[in-house]
């Protein structure tokens, strides 16, 4: 759309060709300057430039929706509304049918939390035919850290499926729809973005999994110099690829311990630091996850391992559908299931707090 | 005299030419109220002022206290906090109450919605319009009134014109058509833009044009309240600065400083912040204890 050439708009034969004098050529070359630069670059009239980019921006502009319409188009063609049922009965409810399409689902930890467990159960999910409730398509499973085991994968479906998974050729196809990348560097990653571009396009991959984002960070953990993050590109393009393809995309991050002086405050804080200090240190659990702010916006619904005292805990901690809600869990041969139904609602100060980097 | 030889500064020349005068003569004989076509005197803007009392109720009674019963129309305010505090849904939360009817002390008005991000989940809008509902027919109850609550759900979710918008391009073309698309809708009377920095914040190679594109539809959108009498709500996002030897938080793109905000809302984990930069109001910051 922003590409839109400016011959092909249908603008008053005199300003399109004052437009392609002056080598503007597209919405975005137009768009791109104020109506005063436009007034002087072009040196027309401003009630000209303002009628020739009101034109211009409705012909740009994508065409609304209700919010009603959005809502039974999706309920209409997509499984369940939008939605990968995890099975795990109170997650499933908490965000109203599963792991949504379209958007971004970060699952943050420490090692060994069952983040890599999560994403094998998921895998699985995605692949099962859609009568036993899976979206019966290809899943591709970025595995940065080595950590992917087909053996696993292969034991929790025949525990939690024993009927498909145990009848002919069954487990070779489920495990045959799910295409495993295991990138060694950065730009292994990004060429492995584009093609996932392409296949996504052609509309066979139900699922995304990237395990780990953080690991394809280079220097690991050094504090870096905030300006543009290595992988703030990679980040657009995840989040316009769920978008677009309708398609969950579920990505695991590790966390680390913060540090008091890494906290960030808002200016109005400052003055009050010593007293903000003190309450962290009884407030705020000492995770963090990294990736830096860019990315924190982009995830939208944030599910937090954690292993407490010998219980596990999937907190479900940034959700537009649902409270901050913490269910405990076990890891059996069938996946995860958990304890019970009914998620305990966190009180605010055992949020994380998020910190960027 | 021609206007162009006046030794007058050059906006202004511009100004007059653009408005059709081009002699001196044309000038003598227009009177000043002629030409300060576009001004206002005081008394016509008190009665504006007065006009403006209609607010949209953000269902939230200490953040309602703190802004004088809720976002105010011909007004511009911005929201701003960390990820995950409740941005979004405070969006979806307005583009429901602007709905209310009027009978139960809404603006009975409809909503559009900015989406720049994909946050806006349709699923939560339809909670949000449930519960609504639920709290009109409590207050019907509660007064035992005889104003019939006609509106569903789905009534809701029809009157909030959602516009997905992927690139800054697009981003200034839809502010762009606002305008056209007010005028055939006139009872929008609320525009969420989720989130205003999104696109601005990477891609942009050259910062001071990005400084004045920023302006400019700042600008556009505080027009757009005045002329329509409607709210404009922009969310946006945080990042860090290094100020004061130290890396602080600040909201993206610092539109603040575009000096068209009526106010300015940062949401932090345990207190609300807001920041009225209007004209007039003299607190600075006041803290609110809000619950999410």
Request: glycine residues 8%; hydrophobic residues 40%; negative net charge.
């Amino acid at each position: 759309m922003a590409n839109k050439l400016i011959s092909e708009m249908r603008l008053p034969k005199s300003i399109a060709n004052i437009f392609a004098a002056r080598n503007i050529t597209t919405a975005k070359d137009a768009l791109s300057l104020t109506e005063l630069e436009l007034m002087k670059l072009l040196d027309v009239e401003l009630s000209e430039v303002r009628s020739a980019l009101a034109l211009m921006s409705e012909i740009v502009c994508p065409p609304y929706q209700t919010a009603l319409l959005l809502m039974e188009q999706r309920a209409a063609t997509e499984h369940l509304g939008g939605h990968l049922p995890t099975r795990l009965k109170g997650l499933d409810a908490a965000l109203c049918g599963g792991v949504p399409f379209g958007v971004v689902t970060e699952l943050v930890g420490p090692p060994g939390t069952g983040k890599t467990q999560f994403c094998l159960k998921l895998s699985l999910l995605a692949a099962l035919p859609a009568h036993y409730g899976g979206l019966d398509g290809g899943v591709i499973y970025i595995d940065v850290e080595s950590t992917f085991s087909s053996r696993r994968m292969i034991e929790m479906g025949a525990s939690s499926f024993p009927e498909i998974f145990h009848s002919k050729g069954m487990a070779q196809e489920m495990a045959g729809r799910i295409l495993v990348l295991q990138p060694t560097s950065l730009s292994e990653f990004t060429e492995s973005l584009e093609k996932i571009k392409v296949s996504l396009l052609q509309n066979q991959v139900k699922l995304l999994v990237i395990d780990s984002m953080e690991a394809l960070v280079p220097g690991g953990h050094e504090q870096r110099a905030p300006g543009q993050h290595p992988l703030s590109w990679h980040i657009s393009l995840i989040t316009s690829l769920a978008e677009f393809s309708r398609i969950p995309i579920v990505v695991t991050n590790q966390v680390r311990p913060q540090s008091h002086d890494e906290s960030c405050l808002y200016p109005f804080q400052v003055q009050k630091m010593d007293r903000i200090l003190k309450d962290r240190t009884r407030y705020y659990s000492h995770i963090v996850a990294v990736l830096g702010f860019h990315w924190a916006h982009a995830v939208t619904i944030r599910l937090v391992l954690e292993a407490k005292s010998g219980q596990r805990f999937m907190n479900v901690e940034k959700s537009p559908t649902s409270p901050p809600l913490a269910f405990s869990f076990t890891i059996n041969p069938s996946g995860i299931s958990l304890l019970t139904d009914d998620g305990t609602e966190m009180v605010v100060p055992e949020t994380c707090n998020l910190s960027s980097r | 005299m021609e206007v162009s030889k006046l030794p007058i500064s050059a906006t202004q020349r511009g100004k007059l030419i653009s408005a059709g005068y081009t002699s001196l003569s044309s000038i003598c004989s227009a009177s000043s109220s002629d030409i300060s076509r576009g001004t206002q005197t005081a008394w016509d803007m008190l009665q504006e002022e007065q006009e403006s009392l209609a607010r949209i109720t953000t269902s939230c009674a200490d953040l309602d206290n703190i802004l004088g019963g809720g976002i105010g129309c011909r007004e511009v305010t911005e929201i701003g906090g960390v990820p995950g505090i409740g941005k979004t849904q405070l969006g979806i939360q307005l583009a429901v109450n602007v709905q209310i009817p009027v009978e139960f002390g809404g603006l009975g008005g409809k909503a559009i919605y900015i989406d720049t991000e994909g946050s806006f989940m349709v699923e939560r809008a339809l909670q949000i319009a449930e519960a609504c509902v639920e709290d009109m027919l409590e207050y019907n109850r509660f007064l035992r009134n005889d104003c019939q609550v006609k509106t569903q759900p789905k009534d809701i979710l029809e009157n909030i014109f959602y516009f997905r918008i992927c690139s800054y391009t697009e981003q200034s073309a839809v502010i762009n058509y606002l305008d056209k698309f007010v005028s055939e809708h006139k009872d929008v009377k609320v525009v969420i833009i989720d989130s205003i920095a999104f696109h601005f914040r990477h891609g942009f190679v050259d910062l001071a044009l990005r400084t004045r594109v920023l302006s400019g539809i700042a600008l556009k959108l505080m027009n757009l309240a005045k002329k329509f009498s409607l709210a404009v709500v922009l969310l946006n996002q945080v990042t860090t600065k290094y100020t004061e030897g130290s890396f602080q938080l600040c909201l993206a793109l610092a539109m603040n400083v575009m000096h068209t905000l009526t106010s300015h809302l940062i949401f932090d984990q345990h207190q609300l912040h807001i920041q009225l930069l209007a004209e007039g109001s003299g607190i600075p910051h006041q803290e609110v204890k809000g619950s999410k």
